[in-house]
């Protein structure tokens, strides 16, 4: 089995770190746009779960379809999710694998004591039965405006 | 017929198409035919019971079919069906504590073969398996004292095979702990609660490293003491260390396993975890002192913390593992006369002064100034007198024929037991009623057992003019050490 492969642009990534950062102690969540597995883009996204944001977060499907429109209009599509886990470490829980969307990609940052520290990435496989864990490949993003790279910021915290 | 508008993440399943045809007069129907001609769909829209998932909305044109008439909603060819995903995830509920998280990132140790075999019990259960055993081997607990509490809990946290053990204890095997202390013998008599305990848990568990603090915890040593710990397990009986505790697992962010003892009944809970309340959230400030008696005033019922202990050991167990709904934010009373449990709700709340959001206890304090055990100021007493006397003293001058009445301030089930001939019984409740039968002109020597509560006594009376008031330093304790050795002890 080939392992995936997801190429985020410094800026991006940075983007995410920064997300988890600001909401902690709470979850944050947003989209990844991109193509080819190449995110070039992230939009943060509210958090609008009632079941605790320290340690959980949704998605609304409201939300979600303004993601998938933004991501056309980036000249994208829609690659996955990221979220963080506050205080936990990046790896998917049950709670994920049970909510878990296939081909996607989720993103995983681990803030610990406000710090965002290790970033993975993950894929359901066919059967549900678990995630297959990615490679994210790092690098210079020459091919998005700094400024640009985070839209939409609305995330609550 | 209608058209069902697939989302990105379901396209794979579609032949990459973002709608496809399906037919069908409802929206169970329509999703019915979509599964039937796109297979892969299935597992990812329903579950194993054959509903629709939580996590995937379908859209009956703008409207959530939720709110209409679900999988019944009618449909035509003219509306758009879409599946709209709500992405969701977080870490998982049982493992929110910090502990866990300590042990999830250590790399887990192996376990030997020896260690398969002793805990081959665990092993087979899917709920604490290899990789939670492995767990518990990574896990570090420390039990603040080695006595009622402290010895059911380390004893089978040891058993168990948490991999490192830590008691916090000062004290002396005396032979009134043994109706309880399971953890220490009648050989150990006079020996050090620690070193007798040592010695127990490393014939029951030479695997599991113990590690012994022989020293009173205070403000000062705590945050020390505690550092290297996931999770820390209260056996204190008395108030200025429980706040102590919880305080400093609340500023370190580790859970207290908690649980308290007394005659009949008892009490646990989990304190301190990121997201629970913590002791203060239930009591921010401590009872008056005197109000409730300690277990060596009031009693307890032997078998009472064998109960508590192992619930404290138990919820230990589960935080290490992250299984099943820890006590975290539920309060568990304990009756054994009328063997009933019973569970408050406990919510953390927004003002408590140490876990709250906007704390004023940001450090350690003087838990006995807060408790009220060692008040600030003390009573004013006239210049030159003096408020104390000792046995050996107090021996003297009955020996002299000096005119002194003894007062003791116990319960009358400990005036059996023991007592300073000549004394009179007035226990501590009843003196604001009858300290008229006493004669304020007269010289009184305040004694209970060991000289706290006589010590009130002596601090009330003075406060309603008595002048001569003294209080026998140790109490009965020390009489019956220094003077009297025939008597018994308790």
């Known amino acids: 089995m080939t392992e995936r492969h997801l190429s985020v642009g410094t800026i991006v990534e940075a983007a995410i770190r920064r997300h988890g950062q600001e909401t902690y102690p709470h979850e944050c969540c947003g989209a990844l746009v991109g193509r080819d597995d190449r995110v070039t883009d992230v939009v943060a996204l509210p958090n609008t779960t009632e079941e605790g944001p320290r340690r959980r977060f949704l998605v609304s499907s409201s939300d979600y379809r303004q993601a998938e429109r933004r991501a056309t209009e980036l000249g994208g599509e829609l690659l996955g999710f990221y979220h963080s886990h506050p205080d936990h470490p990046a790896r998917p829980s049950q709670y994920d694998l049970d909510h878990a969307w296939p081909t996607f990609a989720y993103v995983i940052v681990s803030v610990a004591a406000g710090k965002a520290e290790d970033m993975t990435v993950w894929y359901l496989k066919d059967d549900r039965s678990s995630f297959d864990e990615g490679t994210l490949v790092y690098g210079e993003n020459s091919d998005s405006d700094p400024t640009a790279a985070v839209h939409g910021q609305t995330g609550r915290s | ?490």
């Open chain 2, 1 to 490: 017929m209608a058209k069902i508008l697939i989302p990105t993440p379901l396209r794979p399943y579609t032949d990459k198409q973002d709608a496809v045809d399906a037919a069908g007069a409802t929206v169970g129907e329509l999703l019915a035919d979509l599964t039937r001609k796109h297979g892969g769909l299935k597992a990812h829209l329903y579950n194993d019971q054959g509903k629709l998932r939580s996590f995937v909305n379908i859209y009956v044109n703008d409207e959530d079919i939720r709110y209409l008439q679900k999988e019944q909603t009618p449909v035509t060819a003219h509306d758009t069906v879409s599946i709209i995903p709500s992405v969701a995830g977080g870490v998982d509920a049982a493992l929110d504590v910090r502990s866990v998280r300590l042990a999830a990132d250590r790399d887990l140790p192996q376990l030997t073969n020896d260690e398969i075999k002793r805990y081959s019990r665990h092993l087979i259960m899917p709920e604490v398996g290899v990789d939670g055993q492995r767990k518990l081997k990574a896990a570090k607990v420390l039990c603040i004292g080695a006595g009622g509490l402290g010895s059911p809990a380390a004893m089978y946290l040891v058993a168990a095979g948490v991999g490192r053990l830590g008691l916090v204890d000062f004290d002396v095997v005396d032979f009134s702990n043994l109706q309880r202390q399971i953890l220490h013998g009648t050989p150990d008599v006079g020996r050090s609660k620690l070193a007798s305990a040592k010695d127990r848990l490393n014939a029951l568990n030479p695997e599991v490293q113990i590690d012994t603090y022989e020293t009173a915890l205070s403000s000062e040593n705590a945050m020390k003491l505690f550092e290297p710990y996931d999770v820390i397990v209260d056996g204190t009986d008395n108030f200025p260390t429980r706040y102590l505790v919880n305080d400093a697992c609340v500023l370190l962010g580790k859970p207290n396993a908690y649980g308290s003892i007394f005659r009949f009944e008892g009490q646990a809970s989990v304190f301190a975890t990121k997201d629970g309340p913590c002791y203060r959230c239930l009591y921010p400030e401590p009872p008056p002192p005197g109000l409730v008696p300690s277990c060596a005033e009031g009693g307890v019922l032997g078998v009472l913390p064998g109960i508590i202990g192992v619930i404290q050991a138990t919820e230990t167990i589960k935080l290490i593992l992250g299984t099943g709904e820890p006590l975290i934010g539920r309060f568990l009373l304990f009756d054994a006369l009328r063997m009933k449990f019973r569970e408050l709700k406990l919510r953390k709340d927004a003002d408590c002064p140490v876990c709250g959001t906007h704390p004023t206890v940001t450090k350690l304090i003087d838990y006995e100034q807060f408790c009220g055990v060692a008040p600030v100021a003390p009573q004013p007493v006239a210049a030159g007198s003096a408020t104390e006397i000792t046995s050996v003293e107090l021996k003297a001058r009955l020996d002299r024929g000096d005119r002194v009445k003894i007062v003791d301030v116990r319960e009358a089930n400990e005036y059996q037991i023991n007592r300073i001939p000549g004394s009179i019984l007035i226990p501590l409740g009843d003196v604001p009623k009858r300290y008229n039968e006493l004669d304020p002109d007269e010289e009184l020597v305040m004694q209970c057992k060991s000289g706290v509560r006589s010590g009130k006594a002596a601090d009330f009376l003075r406060s309603v003019g008595f002048k001569r008031v003294l209080n026998l330093k140790g109490g009965i304790l020390d009489w019956i050490d220094k003077v009297d050795p025939s008597q018994p002890k308790y």
